[in-house]
Every structure is written in C-alpha cells, then in structure tokens.
C-alpha cells in the first residue's frame, strides 16, 4: 500500500465502484480486497469492509462505511484528456453507468463521486492567460461535457 492514499468512503459498493473505474480509465486495477473479521454497525463479518484500487495511477482504498457519510464536489477525480472523443468515452461511461451531469465538465458517477472531464486544450487556453483565456473561460460556463471544438474556436476568438 502507498504511503499517502486516498480513502474513499462508500455505502456498500466499494468493489463495485473499484470495478467500474478499473474497467473505465487507463492505469486503473482492483487491488487487495479485505473482509470484516466481523460483526459492525453498517456490515456483517464476512462482507467486504475495504478494497485497495488505482485510478488512473493514483491509490485509492474504499472503505464500505455505511450510509452515515455522502460525497459532495469538495472533492473529485480530475482526468485531463486529449480529444473529443476521449472526453467523450470517460464522460459517457460516467453518466451513461447511472451517473448525472454536471456543468463544465463536471459530473458524478453512480456512488456520488465527482469527476472532472478536462480536455487538455481547456486547461492550455486557461495557462495562457489574457483574452484568449477569459474566452475560453466564458464557452466552458455554458457547458456541461466540454465541447473541445467550441474551446479551440473560443481560443482563436470565434464561435465554433
């Protein structure tokens, strides 16, 4: 296990959620799955009680604590993206998998976990500053999955 990880607490899903994300990004896994030793307030000896995940190369363990504890946008994956139509595979996999959309480039997956969709074009447009920047900036607010096309003609300081 790595030594700063990132602890995700779920319902009851925690596999599950370990699955999708293995299944959807590049450089995901499902690690060690532990089990309770047994009986607590959420679970049953026996039930899955964490489960040691990667995505997109970043260490995860998700904690099956019970329904106490919701997620909320104070914290989410950002996944940085080259095209169109990689944006568009992460962002459907997502919302098309019982996720809901959010605005530019926002959404949340099943269990409540925000995602950031983030085309790399956005981001460059945004480091450069200045007008080209603010443009950008103005095409992603009236978005929900981030056009790239509409970025790259914001950028150039047209409508696409």
């Known amino acids: 296990m790595a030594k700063n990880t990132i602890c995700l607490w779920y ?11 293995a299944k959807t990004f590049p450089d995901s896994a499902v690690g060690a799955i532990h089990r309770a030793p047994s009986d607590y307030p959420s679970g049953k000896a026996g039930d899955v009680l964490t489960v040691e995940f990667t995505v997109a190369g970043i ?4 904690l099956n604590g019970g329904p106490t504890f919701k997620h909320s946008e104070a914290f ?10 990689e944006t568009d595979r992460y962002w459907n996999a997502i919302v098309g998998h019982s996720g809901q959309e959010s605005a530019c480039g926002w959404c949340k997956d099943k269990w409540g976990i925000s995602w950031q969709i983030t085309p790399r074009v956005l981001m460059e447009a945004l480091a450069v500053g200045g007008d080209e920047a603010k443009r950008a900036f103005d095409a992603m607010m009236d978005m929900k999955k981030i056009d790239v096309a509409a970025i790259e003609a914001a950028r150039r300081g047209r409508r696409s």
């Open 11 to 21: 319902d009851k899903d925690a596999e599950a959620a370990a699955r999708f994300y």
């Open 59 to 62: 260490p995860c363990l998700g």
């Open 76 to 85: 989410s994956f950002q996944i940085s993206t080259e095209d169109q139509q």
